[in-house]
């Protein structure tokens, strides 16, 4: 039985929700309007309750590159509101990430959210993680998860151009940002990053060149396996080693990869680090 900490299911009431708006982003009926792209028809199969065998866990997150999170307050929690009934409704395996605002955080509300069963809280990479919100996980020992956000995808460019380009952007600046500014004033935070952190971990190299420095590597700070495959993984693995590497499928845009280093490599990574990310103990099974 494993664990997989990055899914996207959107359920009827999170759906309502869009579908009550008439301003991006919205849905009308199936095709989702955001600002500065296209509309996108989306496949409601993709939000069915899919099939979870051999999961014990399955943590559902917001899709941050709608832009919820950055929308003000009283557009925003609307919508989160939605997502978390849904997302708690889901029942097992499924468990959840809570989202907040940024446009005008709020950390009591933040604690409240958090206090009804969420796993931890995740952030769009663009969003400033803001001192008050990280206190709140800290002192309940939760873990942040960092997602991609909003992207333009730029004039001209082919469908694949935001997953490629802005999302590995983010996570590449969010990666960096977190090791120089949030780590030292937030020492016992664990974070996990999407996508192998955009695979920032692998210009250290660049980074000692050009005076970044090399510490040890931080345990606390993990990265999924979303989109990516057993040449990444094993990248990320000689450079972090594998006790930070985490399985994540950003179902149902993808599906959970083969690490392909083995039986062993591939229990740390489905099973003993994602529990250590979600409650911070080590695990012997």
Known sequence: MGIDVHQHLWTSAFVDALRA?????????WTLILDGEPPYEVDPADHERRDTTGLELAL??????????????????PLLDAYHDGALALGEPYGAWAATCHSEPDADR?????????????????????????????GRDLPLFVHPG???????????????????????????????VVRPRHPRLRVCFALLAGLAP????????????????????FVETSSYGPRAIDAIVRELGIDVVVNGSDAPYATAPDPGLGAAAEHAIKVVNPRRLISGKESRK
């Open 110 to 138: 933040l604690a409240r959210d958090l206090d009804r069963g969420f796993a931890g809280l995740q952030i769009p990479a663009t969003a400033v993680p803001e001192d008050e919100l990280l206190e709140v996980l800290t």
């Open 202 to 221: 692998l210009h250290s190299e660049r980074l000692i060149t050009r005076g970044g420095g090399r510490g040890l590597v931080d345990r606390d700070f």
């Open 60 to 77: 559902v997150s917001l899709s941050s590159p709608l832009g919820i999170e950055f929308l003000p307050p009283e557009e925003c929690w």
């Open 150 to 180: 909003p992207a333009d995808p730029g004039s001209g460019t082919p469908p694949w151009w935001p997953a490629l380009v802005p999302y590995v952007q983010q996570m590449h600046a969010s990666w960096h940002y977190f090791h120089a």
């Open 21 to 29: 708006r008439g301003t991006p982003p919205y849905l009308d009926g």
